[in-house]
């Protein structure tokens, strides 16, 4: 089986452009989060979709927005970048909405972007 | 709010000695705990997790950890570490509450002497 897969893997922008991350969950996982993990930190939780619908957003400017289509893939935009969004982007999938419980997260490899 | 400390930001142990990594989490309410380990370029991989139960949790690849409510704490334990353990482990908290949103500690980063 197919794990999560992420989109690109790496990319290059520069100050002001924009940037469209995409994430495959785990065949019938309906639930996608991303998260952001800078050089040297811990990942930090940006958003959480389930059935399309926004469940979580973490402490995250407004340049940051994302979305859930019906197959249950995801994107994560960008908007204005800055020096300061150089990340790891991870995205993570699971069954439901409480990934906590049995439903534990599963994690892609991440997109690798760098803002010059 | 939720927040996870993990005090040693590198340790460094030799192949065949015993590894303990420290996690302290700070949570109101009973939490979730898990170790992620994270290999160069790769995404986290789950080790073990802790919801409710027996306090001493086994994972995968010879790894186990200890909830202790007293102490607030979450440690990781290995004891026999393989070269392929070199990597960075991260510890971090969950809630049912809380949907799909972990709060991590700042990871520790192993390196295994030969």
């Known amino acids: 089986d197919a794990g999560v897969t992420q989109s690109p893997t790496h990319l290059i922008k520069t100050r002001g452009q924009h940037v469209t991350l995409r994430c495959s969950p785990i065949s019938g996982h309906k639930s996608v989060s991303w998260y952001q993990q800078v050089l040297g930190q811990g990942p930090q939780f940006i958003f959480q979709?389930?059935?399309?619908?926004?469940?979580g957003r973490g402490n995250f400017p407004d340049r940051f927005s994302a979305r859930q289509f019906p197959n249950y893939s995801s994107e994560l935009n960008v908007n204005a970048l800055l020096l300061g969004d150089s990340a790891l982007y991870l995205c993570?999938?699971?069954?439901?909405?409480?990934?906590?419980?049995?439903?534990?997260?599963?994690f892609g490899a991440g997109s690798r972007l760098t803002v010059l | 709010a939720q927040s996870v400390t993990q005090p040693d930001i590198h340790i460094t142990v030799s192949e065949g000695a015993s590894l303990e990594l420290r996690c302290n989490y700070s949570y109101g309410a009973t939490p979730y705990l898990f170790w992620y380990v994270q290999s160069p370029g790769q995404g986290l991989q789950l080790l073990l997790k802790y919801f409710s139960g027996d306090t001493l949790v086994q994972g995968i690849k010879g790894f186990e950890a200890e909830f202790k409510r007293s102490q607030s704490s979450f440690n990781l334990r290995k004891p026999s570490v393989h070269w392929s353990d070199a990597a960075e482990y991260f510890c971090?908290?969950?809630?049912?509450?809380?949907?799909?949103?972990?709060?991590f500690g700042g990871g520790t980063r192993v390196l295994v002497k030969p």
């Open positions: 993570a999938s699971s069954l439901a909405a409480t990934g906590t419980g049995a439903n534990v997260l599963t």
């Open positions: 979709y389930y059935e399309k619908e926004e469940r």
């Open positions: 971090a908290v969950g809630a049912k509450a809380a949907g799909n949103k972990l709060t």
